[in-house]
Nanobody, 126 residues
């Protein structure tokens, strides 16, 4: 059984930093793209970042939503089946439930992944 479990998010002051982690189990995910999405209150889930798996000409390539470039960094540890999201210079608008995901059906930025974590709440206060 495949499981993806995010670390606890929490409450962070604006301008602060937070690192989320996500551990996958039940399968080896090193070859699969892993991504992060978020859903703010009253909004649809949106793409945040993704990182290619360990094979292919684009292995390890990272992608970011335009609004997050320079503030967020995605990384992964294939030996641990884990993916991370380092978030810096946090803003109120970053308040959302953050989800990790892996094994996309289509594009890395589309909301179509086969496996999802349960989500973790991140709240940024002013």
């Amino acid at each position: 059984q495949v499981q993806m479990v995010e670390s606890r998010g929490g409450l962070v002051q604006a301008g602060g930093s937070l690192r989320l982690s996500c551990a996958a189990s039940g399968r080896t995910f090193s070859i699969y793209t892993m991504g992060w999405f978020r859903q703010a209150p009253g909004k649809e889930r949106e793409f945040v970042a993704a990182m290619r798996g360990a094979i292919g000409w684009n292995a390890g390539t990272t992608y970011y939503a335009d609004s997050e470039k320079g503030r967020f960094t995605i990384s992964r540890d294939n030996a641990k089946n884990a993916v991370y999201l380092q978030k810096n210079s946090l803003k109120r608008k970053d308040t959302a439930v953050y989800y990790c995901a892996t094994d996309p059906v289509g594009s890395y930025c589309s909301d179509e992944y086969n496996y999802w974590g349960q989500g973790t709440q991140v709240t940024v206060s002013s």
